[in-house]
Nanobody
Framework: QVQLTESGGGWVQPGGSLRLSCLVS????????MGWFRQAPGKDHEFVSA????????LYSDDAKGRFTVSRDLRSNTVSLEMNTLKPEDTAVYYC??????????????????WGQGTQVTVSS
């Protein structure tokens, strides 16, 4: 059974940075596509970023492109999301998720079978 544990959320002022991490157990990163999603109060889950099994293909939402960077560490089986130039609109609960069927990353929540518990990111002054 795949289990995901997120960490690294918190409060930051606008323009600041945060790094989220997702520890994966029960599978190895080379066998799965990893995604990051977020959910703001009253809204649906929103795609943020994803990375392929090989690590060579990264996908970003238009809002995340240029500000966020997804990466992975095969030794620790951890995927990270570096978030820079944060805006109040980035405030949400952030989730990592696993797609164990696809070869390339996708944006649809239905592709991802396993989800972490989420970590809160709050951007405010």
């Amino acid at each position: 059974q795949v289990q995901l544990t997120e960490s690294g959320g918190g409060w930051v002022q606008p323009g600041g940075s945060l790094r989220l991490s997702c520890l994966v157990s029960g599978s190895t990163l080379s066998d799965i596509v990893m995604g990051w999603f977020r959910q703001a109060p009253g809204k649906d889950h929103e795609f943020v970023s994803a990375i392929s099994r090989s690590g060579r293909i990264s996908l970003y939402s238009d809002d995340a492109k240029g500000r966020f960077t997804v990466s992975r560490d095969l030794r620790s089986n951890t995927v990270s999301l570096e978030m820079n130039t944060l805006k109040p609109e980035d405030t949400a609960v952030y989730y990592c998720a696993v797609d164990d069927k696809s070869l390339i990353p996708g944006r649809a929540t239905g592709l991802y079978a396993f989800w972490g518990q989420g970590t809160q990111v709050t951007v405010s002054s």
